[in-house]
């Protein structure tokens, strides 16, 4: 059990501050997640566009992933998944996750990221 170990004292829970943020009233959640991918809104936009194989494309289809979205069809069976989005750390966790079925066309700056990643992860094994 995940919970097995956790252990809170009386301290713990009088200390929790009762009184709520305040949200500024002209905060716009939409307009802040609008071009977000996968909850992250840092950065800004970027045009992404990623190649998956004809083996990636079924878990592509699986989801709308971006409301910019735009897929295009390759004879191959593969396809190009292009998007408008904030925030290139998510789009690179989200191309390694699919290993080799995915690969960042562009842009350059998220393309260089994910090399960076693979070296990174090539002196741990």
Not at 83 to 106: C, D, I, M, P, T
Request: hydrophobic letters at 40%; glycine letters at 4%; charged letters at 25%.
């Amino acid at each position: 059990m995940i919970r097995a170990n956790v252990r809170y004292t009386s301290d713990d829970i009088a200390n929790i501050p009762k009184d709520k943020p305040e949200i500024d009233s002209a905060f716009d959640h939409e307009a802040h997640f609008e071009l977000a991918f996968q909850h992250e809104v840092s950065g800004i936009p970027s045009e992404i566009a990623i190649y998956c194989d004809a083996e990636t494309v079924p878990y592509i289809r699986e989801r709308h992933w971006h409301p910019t979205q735009q897929i295009d069809e390759n004879a191959d069976g593969s396809l190009t998944l292009c998007f408008v989005a904030k925030g290139l750390n998510g789009v690179k966790r989200w191309v390694l996750f699919h290993g080799s079925g995915a690969k960042v066309l562009e842009p350059a700056e998220l393309v260089h990221m994910v090399r960076q990643e693979i070296q990174a992860m090539q002196q741990c094994y």
